[in-house]
């Protein structure tokens, strides 16, 4: 059964940086969209980016768009989520997903077990 492992979160200034990297165990990813996602304290889990299986197409939350990018190298079966220009709302633990091109996090069959991502002011 194919597992998703994400690594990369930890403790930031606000304007800071961050790269989350979520790679495939047990199964490939190269053929599927991809997503992430976030909760933060006391939220609901909310979306935040996915790339189809191509890479050409990405679609962002409004929240994040223009602060973080996500990419894939589908021959390390890997996705990643570029943060730039990072704030305290910005405060979750990140979570990546695999199965689909959605914005909607059950639409997606698997998961990972999340990073967390601190935004300190």
């Known amino acids: 059964q194919m597992q998703l492992v994400e690594s990369g979160g930890g403790l930031v200034q606000t304007g800071g940086s961050l790269t989350l990297s979520c790679v495939a165990s047990?199964?490939?990813?190269?053929?599927?969209?991809l997503g992430w996602f976030r909760q933060g304290p006391g939220k609901d889990r909310e979306f935040v980016a996915t790339?189809?299986?191509?890479?050409?197409?990405?679609h962002y939350a409004d929240s994040v768009k223009g602060r973080f990018t996500i990419s894939r190298d589908s021959a390390k079966d890997t996705v990643f989520l570029q943060m730039n220009d990072l704030k305290p709302v910005d405060t979750a633990v990140y979570y990546c997903?695999?199965?689909?091109?959605?914005?909607?996090?059950?639409?997606?069959?698997?998961w990972g077990q999340g990073t967390q991502v601190t935004v300190s002011s």
């Open positions: 997903a695999a199965g689909t091109y959605s914005t909607v996090a059950r639409a997606y069959n698997t």
């Open positions: 790339i189809n299986r191509s890479g050409f197409s990405t």
């Open positions: 047990g199964g490939s990813i190269s053929n599927t969209g």
